[in-house]
């Protein structure tokens, strides 16, 4: 059993991403006027986009703000599965169309070949990363850690040093490079993002045991070394 973290409830995503929204422009805020950057790790899908948008107005000192994704699918940055795409369409726009972001795909043709291209693509980001937002899938994935990958690479994920991994998901398309926990936990804020009753269930199934092979998130959400806060909304 996991005790759970900070959890923050909201009647509509409307709420929740305002909410979210504030509390991230102003944690870089603070790490801009403290260290003079600050670093944030967003991740895709379609649940983050309104918060994506909601963010882009904040007023904040947007030219010294790093961004990347906590993970991406091998596919091309215009690709319609590409994270990339959906940050640079709906984040890197309005006042923070400045911010200086760094996608995880390049021109190698698999995600093993670009790991040391993506690694060194992100040697200049502000670490520890200020803000991580993260998703979960209804398997209990986060980041491109999945339950259906092969064994040795959900473990290289999960135990690795290094910043990256490359990981084939047996059930889920595309292969993917995807930050490794101890990156994600290398970071001074963690926010899971999640909306609808389904990602509730299967968050609360998530704390009934500290096993992350079955449920990845749970790498996240068992450790008390990096703050992790919760917004959930209906």
Not at 12 to 18: D, F, G, R, V
Request: net charge negative.
């Amino acid at each position: 059993m996991i005790k759970e973290t900070v959890f923050k409830s909201f009647d509509n995503p409307t709420a929740l991403e305002a909410q979210l929204a504030e509390r991230i422009a102003g944690a870089l805020q603070n790490a801009i006027d403290s260290r003079g950057k600050a670093s944030l790790v967003v991740s895709g899908g379609s649940t983050p986009l309104k918060l994506f948008a909601e963010l882009s107005h904040k007023m904040i000192d947007w030219s010294d703000v790093y961004i990347t994704l906590a993970d991406e699918r091998w596919v091309d940055a215009e690709d319609k599965d590409s994270n990339e795409r959906l940050v640079r369409e709906h984040l890197l726009q309005n006042r923070a169309a400045s911010a200086k972001f760094r996608g995880l795909k390049n021109i190698f043709a698999s995600p093993e070949a670009g790991l040391s291209m993506a690694t060194e693509q992100l040697a200049n980001f502000p670490r520890p990363f200020d803000v991580v937002v993260l998703g979960m899938g209804n398997d209990g994935h986060t980041c491109s850690w999945f339950p259906c990958a092969p064994e040795a690479q959900l473990t290289e994920a999960l135990e690795t040093d290094a910043l990256l991994c490359a990981v084939h998901p047996g059930n889920a398309p595309h292969a993917r490079i995807s930050l490794s926990r101890k990156a994600v936990l290398g970071s001074r804020q963690i926010y899971l993002h999640l909306v609808g009753e389904t990602k509730l269930s299967v968050y609360h199934q998530a704390l009934e045991s500290d096993d992350p092979r079955e449920m990845p998130i749970r790498a996240v959400l068992a450790q008390r070394k990096t703050p992790v806060d919760v917004f959930w909304s209906a």
